[in-house]
């Protein structure tokens, strides 16, 4: 039996900080990716499930620094209605 994988990701955006000296009064805003199957009025702004994905892509490129951050806000990148 053949199966299938979803192929579509929702995009999210978040803000985190660094607290240390040199990052002072500076925000970092980017975007990961999420896979799930929960429609978009299902995913609201900072749920667990935008977190972790946030977390996750984060520590990507933060982890071998040994960077500490916290994470401020996430929710779906969607482009507004016309």
Do not use: W
Not at 29 to 41: K, R, Y
Not at 46 to 70: F, G, P, S, V
């Amino acid at each position: 039996m053949a199966v299938y994988e979803s192929t579509f990701q929702y995009k999210l955006i978040y803000i985190f900080a660094i607290h240390d000296p040199d990052h002072e009064g500076f925000l970092k805003i980017g975007e990961a990716s999420l896979d799930t199957t929960l429609g978009p009025s299902q995913i609201t702004p900072n749920c667990d499930l935008l977190n972790t994905a946030a977390h996750a892509r984060i520590r990507q490129y933060t982890k071998t620094a040994m960077i500490k951050y916290e994470l401020l806000h996430t929710e779906l990148a969607r482009a507004s209605p016309e």
